[in-house]
């Protein structure tokens, strides 16, 4: 294995905002009166803002313009904003920084691949921005995962090729993408079960077992 970079998706891998997400899209499903559950928000793991949307939509009771959709979809980012307003260096474990910090040491180079059109903004606020050397995120991609396009994009940022990289992943289209992107998949948390990933993690800090 020739890995000089490491991706790390955000959501579930370094930070936890998952229930955040689900609170912002409860309430915007619930003024709209349309039944939502952690089951239907499974579903929207490291899938794009406007295509969770859509998977909502499918329990609503008549067709949305495009211009309500942009206006829906509006509403639910501002909801989570407030919440992720609140965050703080707190809300990334020790285990995490301790971790990225060794793996920097160790001559890795390091990024953000991440459907989130907020993945700034969130390391900002946990204070991670000084540890990544470049960030592919929702402002510039077209397709989410589990089209490869995001974590392509991140090896560009840091000069490598695909066959270079690995991402680390906690969903099943993290993997996907990683995989059809020609990357080495490392599965943590929900796709620890997953038999497409080539390495699995019990905890974050396993990473330095195998890099």
Request: charge should be negative; proline fraction near 2%; charged fraction near 30%.
């Amino acid at each position: 294995m020739n890995t000089k970079g490491i991706i790390f998706d955000l959501d579930g891998v370094i930070v936890f905002t998952d229930k955040f997400h689900y609170l912002a899209w409860k309430a915007v499903s619930d003024e709209l009166g349309i039944y939502f559950d952690e089951k239907i928000n499974n579903r929207l793991r490291g899938v794009s803002r406007m295509d969770s949307l859509e998977i909502i939509l499918e329990g609503g009771k008549r067709e949305y313009s495009e211009n309500e959709k942009i206006e829906i979809a509006e509403k639910k980012n501002e909801i989570y904003k407030g919440y992720l307003s609140k965050m703080t260096p707190s809300d990334v474990s020790d285990e995490v920084r301790k971790t990225l910090t060794e793996l920097k040491k160790r001559g890795y180079l390091l990024a953000i691949g991440s459907s989130s059109k907020n993945t700034k903004y969130i390391l900002e606020r946990v204070a991670l921005s000084d540890f990544f050397d470049a960030v592919s995120d929702g402002t510039n991609i077209k397709k989410s995962k589990p089209d490869p396009e995001v974590f392509l994009k991140a090896a560009e940022f840091i000069k490598l090729s695909p066959c270079e990289c690995a991402v680390i992943e906690d969903a099943f289209a993290g993997i996907d993408a990683a995989k059809s992107g020609g990357m080495t998949a490392v599965a943590i948390g929900d796709a620890a079960s997953y038999e497409k990933a080539d390495i699995v993690l019990g905890t974050f800090s396993d990473l330095l077992k195998h890099f």
